[in-house]
C-alpha cells in the first residue's frame, strides 16, 4: 500500500465516522473483510442490489469534463471544424486521474465513476443531420482494441482505473456491441459480413429495432449470425504498422480455441470488450444500446467478462477492492421501473435482469413530478417487490435525453434533493452539481447537453460552489448510508415531510431520517421511534451533533434541510 493510499483510507474512514456511520461498521462487527485486510464496506457486505441501489454513479464525457494533457487536443490531426460542440474539446483520461487524485469524486461521495467509451473512435466526421460531428462522444467505435489518442493513452488509462480503486471507486466500462463507428473518407467500412446494409430501425417491434442500423449511418453488427467472418483487411493492416499484428492474432486464436465459439462478428467484439476488463480491471459495463441486439448476446458476453473480472482478481490479488460480482447495467432506451421486469418491443417482450443484466438506466425518474412522498414511495415499493435482487439508475439530466428534469437549471438544488435522496442508484451526469447550462446557443440535439464542464463558474461564482456543497452533502450522506437508496421507505409525517429508510440485511443494519422544510435556526424534530431516546445522531447537512430524548431531538442548524443518521 503506498503512503497515498493509506492516507485516502485514513480521509475516507474518517468521513465516515464523522457523517455518522452504518452499525455494523462504526461497531467493528462488518462481516468479512477485502483482500487487502480491511474490513467490507457495510454497502458492499448487504448484497450487489443493495450497493448498486445505494450507489452514486458519475457520468462523464471523458473528452467534455477536464484537459489535463494539452498535448493530444489535436490527436490524428483530426480538425477542430465541427459544428457548435462537435469536435473534440480537449478532455482526456489525464484530466479525469487529476480530478480523482484532487479527490473531486470523493467530496461528492461518488461510488463509481462510469465514462464515455475510451476505444479508438472514427478519424472523420459525419453529419447525421444535427451539424459535422466527430467521434468525441466514444460510440462510434473504429478499433476496439486500442485507446482512442485524443483521450490518452493505454497507461492513462490504467491509471485512471488504478487511482479510483485507490479511492474505493469502481469503474464502469461503457461498452459498445451493436454497431461501428460511421464510414467516412477517412474510415473504411467492415466488410458486408459484419455488418447489414440496412434497413434503418422502424421501432414497431422486435425485428425493426434489433435487425437494422439505429440510423443510416451506423452499421449495425451482424450479431445474429453464428457464421465466420475474415478480420477487416485494412484492421490488420493497421496492426501491423503498431507492431501489435501477431499478438493480437494470436490472443484471438486463444479465445476462439478456448471458447470453441465460431468466429462470427459478436465473438470477435466480445473477446475485444472483455479483454479490457481482464487487463485493467473494469468493475462492469455498462451496456449501449441494450435493447437494440439479441439477448442471448448479452449472456454470452455477461459470462465472459464475469470470467475476464475473476482472472483480473487472481492476477491483481492486491487491487482487489472486495468481493462484489462484475455488475453489467443496460441501457434499455425508455425502460422504467414502472413497467416492471420486462421490456415490450410491441410483439415480445424480454426481461433484460434474466439475462445477464444485475441493473438498468431508469429512464422515466426525469419525467416525475408531483409531490416527493409518492416518487419516494412507489420507487421503494418497486424495489422491493417485483425488482427485488436488481437495481436501478435514476439521472435528472443525460447525455443523449433531450427532456432533462431541469432543462434551464432553475432548481438546481431541488434536483438534487429529488435524486440523491431517491430509492435506487443515483446518476450525476457531470455539472449537475455545478449547474452546467443544458442549453447552448449555436448547438444542435444531444450537444447542448455536452458543454465542456463549468469549472470556471464554480471559481467565480459563490451561487454555484453553494450548489456544488449541496450535492456534496448529498452525496456523502448516501456514500455513508447505503439505506438511502437501498432502504425500506416510510413517510413518517406529511408537513412538514419526514420519512426514514430502514436497510436491514447481511447482517447491515443501518437507518435514516430525512426532515425538509425545517426552517432555519433552531429546530424539534420527531423522530417517530427510528432512533431510541439516548441516540447520538449526526445531521449530515449542517454536521450538527444531537442526542435523541422524549422522541425527538433538538438541533440548530442553518438550513431546514436535516439529514439525521446515528454517531457511534
Ligand atoms: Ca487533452
Ligand atoms: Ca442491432
Redesign the pocket.
Known sequence: MTKGNLNMKLIRAAGLIALGCVVSACGGKAPGSNARGGAVAPAVAAGPAAFWNGATVYFLLTDRFE???????HALGRPQDGAVLRSFQ???L??VLRKLEEGYFDSLGVDVIWMTPFEEQIHGSVDEGTGKTYGYHGYWTRDWTAVEP???TRDDLRAVVDAAHRHGIRVLMDAVINHTGPVTPLDPPWPADWVRAGPNCAYRDYVTTVDCNLVATLPDIRTDRDDPVELPQWLTAKWQVEGRLDRELAGLDAFFQRTGYPRAPRYYVIKWLTDWVRELGFDGYRMDTAKHFEDAVSVELKHEAERAFTDWKTAHPDKVLDSLPFYMMGEVYGWAPSQGRDFNYGDRTVDFFTHGYDGLINFGFKGERGPLDSLFTRYAAVLHNELEGVAILNYVSSHDDGSPYDPDRKDAFGAGTRLMLAPGGAQIYYGDELARPLRVAGAQGDANLRSFMNWGDLAGGRSTAAILEHWRKLGRFRHAHPAVGAGEHRELQAEPYIFSRTLERNGVADRVLVAMDQGEGAKTIRVFGVFPDGATLIDAYSGTVGTVANGAIALTTPSGLVLLGERR
Do not use: I
Open positions: 484537459n489535463g494533457d494539452p498535448t493530444n487536443d480537449g478532455g482526456d489525464a484530466g485524443a483521450l490518452g
